[in-house]
Nanobody
Framework: QVQLVESGGGSVQSGGSLRLSCAAS????????MGWFRQAPGKEREGVAS??????????DSVDSVEGRVTISRDAAKNTVHLQMNSLKTEDTGIYYC???????????????????WGQGTEVTVSS
């Protein structure tokens, strides 16, 4: 059974940085795709970034885009995925979730329904 455990959330001031981590266990092989999603207060959960075992990545490109401010990376040896977030804004506040696609499905994606495994979430609060 795949389990995902996030860490690294917290409270920071606008302009600050945080590094989120997600430790995965239960995958048999290393061929899988991981993603980070966030849910702001009163809003739907949305994709932030995704990475696969080939280190292909994709970032959200919405109006409040995180592209350019966040970097997703993977430590294959530790089965851990990181999300480095810089120049944080108050609108980045929310619960950040790590998610994993079924083993063997390597396509990077920001679509919630394509992920079967979810962590419990870690809270990020950015104050002005």
């Amino acid at each position: 059974q795949v389990q995902l455990v996030e860490s690294g959330g917290g409270s920071v001031q606008s302009g600050g940085s945080l590094r989120l981590s997600c430790a995965a266990s239960g995958y048999t092989y290393s061929s899988y795709c991981m993603g980070w999603f966030r849910q702001a207060p009163g809003k739907e959960r949305e994709g932030v970034a995704s990475i696969n075992s080939l280190d292909n990545t994709i970032y959200a490109d919405s109006v409040d885009s995180v592209e350019g401010r966040v970097t997703i990376s993977r430590d294959a040896a530790k089965n851990t995925v990181h999300l480095q977030m810089n120049s944080l804004k108050t609108e980045d506040t929310g619960i950040y979730y790590c998610a994993g696609r079924p083993e063997g499905l390597e396509g990077v994606s920001l679509t919630l329904s394509e992920y079967d495994y979810w962590g419990q979430g870690t809270e990020v609060t950015v104050s002005s």
